[in-house]
Nanobody, 123 residues
Framework: QVQLVESGEGSVKAGGSLRLSCTAS????????MGWFRQAPGKEREFVAA????????YYADSVKGRLTISRDNAKNTVYLQMNSLKPEDTAVYYC????????????????WGQGTQVTVSS
């Protein structure tokens, strides 16, 4: 079993920045690609960003390109989501997830999920 614990939730004004962290238990963090997903009120959960096992490649939803950056530190078993130039539309519960094998942007294929953390961006 892999446990994913998120931190960094909070409120920020439009244009501000916030960093989310997700720390995994166990010894196999580097075996997993990692992703961030979010769910806004009244909307389906959607893909935000993902990073490969080594951190060599990253993937982003069009809506966050240039503003949000995913990174990982395998020595710390941690994946980050740096959120800059935040917009009210970014308000959502954010989830980190771990993928052993599968399509990196496909929510249904992820194996483990964090507890979710609330991000609120005001106008």
């Amino acid at each position: 079993q892999v446990q994913l614990v998120e931190s960094g939730e909070g409120s920020v004004k439009a244009g501000g920045s916030l960093r989310l962290s997700c720390t995994a238990s166990g010894r196999t963090f580097s075996d997993y690609a990692m992703g961030w997903f979010r769910q806004a009120p009244g909307k389906e959960r959607e893909f935000v960003a993902a990073i490969t096992r080594t951190g060599r490649s990253t993937y982003y939803a069009d809506s966050v390109k240039g503003r949000l950056t995913i990174s990982r530190d395998n020595a710390k078993n941690t994946v980050y989501l740096q959120m800059n130039s935040l917009k009210p539309e970014d308000t959502a519960v954010y989830y980190c997830a771990a993928l052993l094998r599968g399509t990196i942007q496909s929510m249904a294929e992820y194996d483990y999920w964090g507890q979710g953390t609330q991000v609120t961006v005001s106008s």
